[in-house]
């Protein structure tokens, strides 16, 4: 969606502060022995506190009520008693809808302390994030976001996934234009003033190539290799977007 008005801005900054509180909840219960069922038991809680919903099980009929993944886990992992253990990065994806309006954002974090491969991940995309924010200008090119994420992912060691991408966002989970986190010369289009995204670079150290679980949600790694995800959703502003979800 592109924002046309101070009562759609200030819905969104809603939806995207309900966000961020919920990441902020959670990562402060993450821990070793904690099962990433009561990671989203917790959040389903915070979301009826605040009279929202799931975006992505009234969406897509997502088993849970956020998206937790673990390890090679790189997105869409299904809650459940899968016991978080010391040194494991854990991915926690919230996308909430509140009075017919939606944000999305993710976080990657150590479970205690992180391994030097963990740590090497969480500064590579802690890293590409803030590159691509600083591209999401008004009037640059989309392209320039992916090509901003995969120079940045590729000083750091890392590689994003070319087939895992942001997106737009706002009245639906997922709007156009789609936003890759990979170079695309072609992708020409430039950013309208108000246009709401959510900018999501998602890194490995290993191999690029995927695999779907046999839950038929999780994406994984093909080799095994360490992932990490963070994302925020923004809306398109001259000189620096505006972050929702911070």
Known sequence: MTIEGTEELAAMQRVGA??????????EQVRP????GALDEQAAAIFARHGATS??????GFPGTI???VNEEIVHGVPGPRVLREGDLVTIDVT????GFLADAAITVPVGRPTPAGRKLLAAVGACLRE????SVTGARLGAIGRATERTAKRHGTLPFPELCGHGIG????????VYNVDMPRLRRPLDDGLVLAVEPMLTAGSTRLETRDDGWTIATADGSLSAHAEHTIV?????PLVLTG
């Open 18 to 27: 309900l966000t961020a509180l919920t990441l902020r909840t959670l990562r």
């Open 33 to 36: 022995g904690i099962t990433t």
């Open 55 to 60: 975006a992505p099980a009234s969406t897509y």
């Open 67 to 69: 998206c937790i993944s």
């Open 96 to 99: 909430p809808e509140l009075d």
């Open 132 to 135: 691509a924010l600083a591209a």
């Open 171 to 178: 009245r639906a989970l997922h709007e156009e234009p789609t």
């Open 236 to 240: 398109v502003r001259d000189h620096r």
